[in-house]
């Protein structure tokens, strides 16, 4: 198992180059059996979730070559359709496999998902939207198994105990692109990658309205075709390096990020004193001394991103004063809390809230990432504070951020991997 070394206090300078997103691609991938011609996807992350979605897509018989950030997809000879609890037990985006398959070919053997440990991950919402559309949907031995002799469009609401759901949107989606008739879907996640999904499908000759907007009708069609698309850039991982640059009172330029994508991002960070200017080739962000603390409150897109909550609290650490975080998506994701206390940090869990006492400084420590972005967290901390941290189970962080230690360290972090 790698682990990351850190030697902190260097101030980031310089340039950080963002990668296709991963929340994006990962269904762009699975959609892609829904013709029976070739897609081509381009800026694909080469991330480790990324490649369980491409063994997916080969246990299914798909052929499926990642050459660089660009993938071909033929899906010609996809003829089964079960997803093995091997590949899905690591990441839970395989539960699109549901989708994809029934949209295919009316039926589907799909593993319950498995991925971040962030709390209850329920998939009600994915199951009764697809009973929506007449799957029959039951559960043996751990996996999930659906069929249709015919998808019908129906109207359903989407929304959980916590918003909307992407993953159920998602899932749906896939699956009403080739019912007979129209399927409304009611509360729908608004993210960018639903858009990304629906401009996807759309290429593949899909009728989508009104992705983008709590209100989606889809038209189901006979038959799409592929595609050719280029995934948007990863505004989680874009967040990551504009709160790590302001942790460093740096001053770098993060390429291919864009703000439209993040504005609930931006406009919190300039709320805590951050410098930041849109340009042609991406964000330039900027941060002095002294800077002020702020409330966060995590919500569904445009809100605040869930997955920027661990950051942007290891980067009220040490700002002077009391910043409460409060989360409303992943309630429980508050694993990274204890290894920033022992960091030096002074923060306290009330309910949903974390509230962040600012103290001077972090120290250096053997800190262990048990999230993705919590580990992303765990990483900040690690470029602010004093003396070494040392962060193990870094495969989480490896899920969901290309080359993480060399985009860091080209713009002045002491970084390291090293192999366990
Ligand atoms: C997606 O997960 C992302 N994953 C997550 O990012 C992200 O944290 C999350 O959306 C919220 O933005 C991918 O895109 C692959 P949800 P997803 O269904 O689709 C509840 C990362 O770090 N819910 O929108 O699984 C659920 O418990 C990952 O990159 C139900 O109640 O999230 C949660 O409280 C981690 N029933 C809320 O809805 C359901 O059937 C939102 O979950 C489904 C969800």
């Given at each position: 198992m790698d682990k990351f070394i850190i030697n902190g206090g260097k101030r980031l300078e310089g340039e950080i180059t963002i990668s296709g997103s991963k929340n994006a691609a990962l269904p762009l991938v699975i959609a892609s059996i829904l013709s029976d011609e070739i897609s081509v996807i381009k800026n694909v992350p080469n991330l480790a979730d990324i490649r369980s979605m491409i063994l997916i897509l080969e246990v299914l018989g798909t052929d499926a070559r990642l050459e660089g950030s660009t993938l071909?997809?033929?899906?010609?000879?996809?003829?089964?359709?079960?997803?093995?609890?091997?590949?899905?037990?690591?990441?839970?985006?395989?539960?699109?496999?549901?989708?994809?398959?029934?949209?295919?070919?009316?039926?589907?053997?799909?593993?319950?998902?498995?991925?971040?440990?962030?709390?209850?991950?329920?998939?009600?919402?994915?199951?009764?939207?697809?009973?929506?559309?007449g799957a029959k949907i039951e559960i043996e031995h751990g996996y999930i198994i659906a069929s249709a002799d015919k998808l019908v469009g129906a109207d359903m609401l989407l929304r959980g105990p916590n918003g909307p759901s992407v993953g159920a949107t998602v899932n749906v989606m896939m699956a009403a692109v080739k019912a007979e008739g129209v399927t409304t879907i009611r509360e729908a996640s608004c993210e960018p990658q639903i858009i990304e999904l629906a401009g996807f499908l759309k290429d593949m000759g899909a009728q989508i309205e009104g992705e983008g907007t709590?209100?989606?009708?889809?038209?189901?069609?006979?038959?799409?075709?592929?595609?050719?698309?280029?995934?948007?850039?990863?505004?989680?991982?874009?967040?990551?390096?504009?709160?790590?640059?302001?942790?460093?009172?740096?001053?770098?330029?993060?390429?291919?990020?864009?703000?439209?994508?993040?504005?609930?991002?931006?406009?919190?960070?300039?709320?805590?004193?951050?410098?930041?200017?849109?340009?042609?080739?991406?964000?330039?962000?900027?941060?002095?001394?002294?800077?002020?603390?702020?409330?966060?409150?995590?919500?569904?897109?445009?809100?605040?991103?869930?997955?920027?909550?661990?950051?942007?609290?290891?980067?009220?650490?040490?700002?002077?004063?009391?910043?409460?975080?409060?989360?409303?998506?992943?309630?429980?994701?508050?694993?990274?809390?204890?290894?920033?206390?022992?960091?030096?940090?002074?923060?306290?869990?009330?309910?949903?809230?974390?509230?962040?006492?600012?103290?001077?400084?972090?120290?250096?420590?053997?800190?262990?990432a048990s999230e993705l972005r919590g580990g992303a967290g765990l990483v900040i901390a690690g470029l602010g504070a004093d003396n070494q941290t040392v962060i193990s189970r870094i495969y989480h962080v490896d899920r969901g951020y290309e080359h993480m230690e060399q985009k860091l360290a080209g713009a002045g972090a002491d970084i390291v991997r090293v192999s366990e």
């Open positions: 071909n997809i033929d899906p010609i000879k996809c003829d089964k359709y079960e997803a093995p609890y091997d590949l899905v037990r690591k990441m839970r985006a395989s539960v699109y496999a549901l989708g994809a398959l029934l949209g295919r070919c009316g039926k589907a053997r799909v593993s319950f998902p498995g991925g971040c440990v962030i709390g209850p991950r329920p998939i009600d919402l994915h199951l009764m939207g697809l009973e929506k559309l709590p209100l989606m009708k889809i038209q189901g069609v006979k038959e799409l075709h592929g595609a050719n698309h280029s995934v948007i850039p990863d505004r989680i991982e874009a967040a990551t390096y504009m709160i790590a640059a302001v942790s460093t009172r740096g001053n770098v330029l993060i390429k291919k990020a864009k703000a439209s994508l993040m504005e609930s991002v931006i406009d919190k960070l300039r709320e805590i004193g951050a410098n930041i200017a849109e340009g042609s080739d991406g964000i330039r962000i900027s941060a002095e001394n002294p800077l002020k603390p702020v409330d966060v409150r995590t919500s569904p897109y445009p809100g605040f991103p869930t997955d920027v909550q661990s950051q942007i609290m290891a980067l009220m650490t040490t700002v002077e004063g009391i910043s409460v975080i409060t989360e409303t998506v992943h309630p429980e994701r508050f694993m990274h809390v204890s290894e920033l206390n022992r960091m030096g940090a002074d923060i306290k869990i009330e309910g949903q809230s974390a509230v962040v006492k600012g103290v001077d400084y972090l120290s250096g420590a053997p800190v262990m």
